[in-house]
């Protein structure tokens, strides 16, 4: 008897200092038809109503491991008498992706009847973490002759969770989520059915999208770079669950609401974007599980944008569509008046854009290329046009990140109307932007383009001129504008360069012409004219022209300087019955609008001039006044019937009835 009392007392030394490896193969012996495994397990003490462990650890079998520290786990459960689990904390730690897809509908089955499994009992957990989603804190679970209620904590909101059964095969499901200062911003109300195949959840939703914007922002479900929703959005929302886990399961919420959405976007760390958004249908949305891919649609709606420069901006929203990663596709249409971008003032705006705007870190919008446009009444300080309309496009990609915003398009063709400047210059012309580049959140802009000749015209003087082929290059820094441009027409008649600078905000600026010449051997200086006249022209020769200017704008008062030179070489031409050839002059002016122009001497030859006698080798000295309304002359020589004629110095005015020679 010794004996044996003496093997009793061994055995049970062994048995508790040997409690966890016994307590693991009994776990794992109980497990040992499911996927689960015990691998590591330490028991603290085993006490008289209660067993603590230190640690349990269970493991699938693809390598995914739940760890759970501080259970407090009770002897004593009963049937009718609560039992109290506390865990201190469950990590959730996954091995990677499974090839085998987790039975969500098994899952629900397991949690519905967790009642009748494990009556009048309460789990608690202080906190449940994985490296997927948000932690959880304050996780309490309990279940009552009336059902089960979860309670837990994640980020700052309280969310309570109550399930009752209705039938065998029905049960209510309501979730609430609640912010510290009680404003609910989520709300479900459930029905699930268990079916032959699964189960079928339908109900109503709320979800106050302010409050919810945080958990968005962690889970990667809305980019950081949108700052604020606000909105409350309700509805219906339906899904099916199957019994075969390889079905995914597809959630659709038809949601609407009452006010619209506002909503903040960062453009940089200096600017933001605010977009209010209504919309006329109510907002579909699929979300599907396990990828979680989803698409959102509304047939149509309202939107407005404003930033630090553009307020209130209107856009109507046709066919948009949203998917995972936000990526949308939209219809846009602008029907607006009175709008002022930067130092252009449009006085009514007609666009209709289909785009795609992705959103991310760095936002990408893209212009579809039939995208079309017409402005009306576009003017800055210098010039004015009646209309300009995009005829073609090759779409346009703008893109937002922490240095701005910047934008580019390969090509864009614009006709404008309606052209009217102060120097008197009107007209239409058609244009091709290529190449164009828009950064510094639209502080610099530059571009190439051309100008078809066939399909431009510009009066200056009362004259309708017929302008050649222009190509070149503009930029806008900082509202500084500049340019450089080729003259040439397909029949090489115009050739020449011009460099231009205007600033924007002062209206100064300065002009370079170049090598400009017109070859009247080539092309009849009517030709240039539209209608050509019939009284007048200029058959042959040739025009040189240069200059340099600048333009000042002070009190209203606008004033050209600078210096221009005209060289004609051997022009032919005629007035009615008169006739002459071989002009050759050279004009060199010092222009100032307000002072006058002061031109320098020079000479002027002309071969022949018939006025009904011949008059010919015609020599003289001359020089334009100031204010263009008179010539002196200094020497006149002409040969006239086999002699010569000459005249003392006189001044000659255009005006007079009468002049002395």
């Keep these: 008897m010794t004996v044996f009392l003496g093997l009793i007392v061994i055995a049970a030394i062994g048995i508790y200092l040997y409690r966890d490896s016994i307590a693991r193969n009994v776990a794992n012996s109980v497990l040992k038809n499911s996927e689960l495994a015990v691998t590591g397990l330490s028991i603290n003490s085993i006490g008289a109503d209660n067993v603590n462990f230190d640690e349990l650890v269970l493991e699938w079998s693809g390598g995914s491991r739940i760890r759970i520290t501080g259970i407090v786990l009770p002897t004593n459960i009963r049937k009718t008498q609560p039992g109290v689990l506390q865990i201190d904390e469950i990590e959730l730690i996954r091995a990677g992706e499974s090839d085998q897809p987790v039975s969500i509908a098994a899952i629900l089955a397991s949690i519905l009847e967790l009642p009748q499994n494990v009556p009048y009992s309460t789990v608690q957990i202080g906190r449940v973490s994985t490296a997927e989603l948000p932690p959880l804190a304050n996780v309490s679970w309990e279940s009552t002759d009336a059902g089960q209620l979860l309670r837990l904590d994640i980020g700052p909101f309280a969310v309570t969770t109550g399930i009752e059964p209705v039938t065998d095969s029905e049960h209510r499901v309501s979730i609430t989520a609640t912010t510290p200062d009680s404003?609910?911003?989520?709300?479900?109300?459930?029905?699930?059915?268990?079916?032959?195949?699964?189960?079928?959840?339908?109900?109503?939703?709320?979800?106050?999208?302010?409050?919810?914007?945080?958990?968005?922002?962690?889970?990667?479900?809305?980019?950081?770079?949108?700052?604020?929703?606000?909105?409350?959005?309700?509805?219906?929302?339906n899904t099916s669950i199957s019994d075969n886990p390889q079905e995914p399961i597809q959630v659709e919420a038809t949601l609407q609401s009452d006010n619209g959405m506002s909503l903040e976007y960062r453009i940089d760390d200096h600017s933001q974007m605010q977009?209010?958004?209504?919309?006329?249908?109510?907002?579909?949305?699929?979300?599907?599980?396990p990828s979680l891919d989803w698409h959102a649609t509304v047939e149509s709606g309202e939107m407005k944008v404003s930033t630090a420069s553009i307020q209130d901006f209107p856009l109507s929203v046709t066919a948009l569509t949203c998917q995972a990663g936000i990526i949308c596709t939209l219809q846009a249409n602008?029907?607006?008046?009175?709008?002022?971008?930067?130092?252009?003032?449009?006085?009514?705006?007609?666009?209709?854009?289909?785009?795609?705007?992705?959103?991310?870190?760095?936002?990408?919008?893209?212009?579809?290329?039939?995208?079309?446009?017409?402005?009306?009444g576009v003017k800055n300080q210098e010039m004015t046009a009646e209309s300009i309309d995009l005829i073609r496009f090759t779409g346009a990609t703008v893109h937002v990140d922490d240095d701005g915003w910047r934008g580019m398009s390969d090509e864009a063709h614009l006709q404008i109307e309606g052209i009217a400047a102060p120097s008197g210059l009107s007209g239409s012309l058609a244009t091709t932007l290529s190449n164009v580049a828009i950064s510094d959140g639209g502080a610099t802009i530059t571009s190439e383009y051309h100008i078809d000749a066939t399909a431009a015209q510009l009066t200056l003087a009362n004259l309708a001129w017929s302008v050649p082929n222009i190509a070149g290059t503009w930029k806008v820094v900082?509202?500084?504008?500049?340019?450089?441009?080729?003259?040439?027409?397909a029949d090489d008649a115009i050739q020449g360069k011009l460099a231009l600078k205007h600033d924007l905000d002062t209206s100064n600026g300065e002009m370079q012409l170049r090598d400009v010449s017109i070859d009247l051997n080539?092309?009849?200086?009517?030709?240039?004219?539209?209608?050509?006249?019939?009284?007048?022209?200029?058959?042959?020769?040739?025009?040189?022209?240069?200059a340099d200017l600048n333009w000042i704008t002070a009190d209203d008062d606008y004033n050209i300087k600078g210096n221009m030179q005209l060289e004609l070489d051997s022009i032919?031409?005629?007035r009615g019955d008169i006739a002459l050839t071989g002009l050759s002059t050279e004009l060199r002016t010092i222009i100032n609008t307000q002072t006058g122009h002061e031109f320098e001497p020079t000479t002027l030859s002309i071969d022949v001039i018939d006025v009904g006698l011949p008059l010919s080798e015609i020599t003289t000295e001359f020089q334009v006044g100031a204010d263009l309304s008179s010539v002196q002359v200094d020497a006149?020589?002409?040969?006239?019937?086999?002699?010569?004629?000459r005249t003392d110095p006189f001044n000659y005015s255009p005006q007079a009835t009468a002049a002395a020679i």
């Design 183 to 237: 404003v609910v911003a989520m709300a479900l109300a459930l029905a699930v059915e268990r079916e032959t195949s699964g189960f079928v959840i339908s109900g109503q939703s709320t979800a106050r999208m302010a409050p919810l914007l945080p958990v968005m922002h962690a889970i990667g479900m809305v980019p950081a770079k949108i700052t604020s929703i606000d909105t409350l959005l309700w509805g219906a929302v």
């Design 275 to 289: 977009i209010r958004i209504v919309t006329h249908t109510p907002t579909v949305t699929m979300v599907e599980y």
């Design 478 to 489: 900082n509202n500084k504008f500049s340019a450089a441009a080729t003259l040439i027409s």
């Design 522 to 546: 080539s092309r009849n200086l009517s030709k240039f004219l539209l209608p050509a006249p019939q009284t007048w022209d200029a058959t042959a020769g040739h025009l040189s022209l240069g």
């Design 636 to 645: 006149l020589s002409m040969s006239l019937l086999g002699g010569t004629v």
């Design 334 to 376: 602008i029907a607006t008046s009175d709008i002022l971008l930067g130092w252009l003032a449009i006085a009514s705006a007609d666009v209709s854009a289909p785009m795609t705007i992705t959103v991310g870190e760095q936002t990408l919008v893209q212009l579809a290329e039939t995208t079309t446009a017409t402005f009306r």
């Design 572 to 574: 032919a031409a005629f």
